[in-house]
């Protein structure tokens, strides 16, 4: 399994822990909704460090649960 893939599904958990829907998190992340849905899509693009962190930080976590 990608490590892109594996962000996915970890972004996708933590989402749902937090109660948000896609739109939300995009909102709070400042970040794209269309690029999200790919995110946590079956062919993830490559995603930027300040992307994870913009990220994390939308949903109260260390960069590095999003990728472990």
Sequence with gaps: ISIRIK???RLREWRA???LTQQQLAEKADI???YLQ???GKK???IKID???KLATA???EPSSLIE
């Design 7 to 9: 962000f996915g599904q």
């Design 17 to 19: 822990k937090r109660k």
């Design 32 to 34: 794209e909704y269309k």
């Design 38 to 40: 790919r995110l946590e």
């Design 44 to 46: 993830p693009p490559a």
């Design 51 to 53: 992307t994870i962190e």
């Design 59 to 61: 949903l109260k976590v």
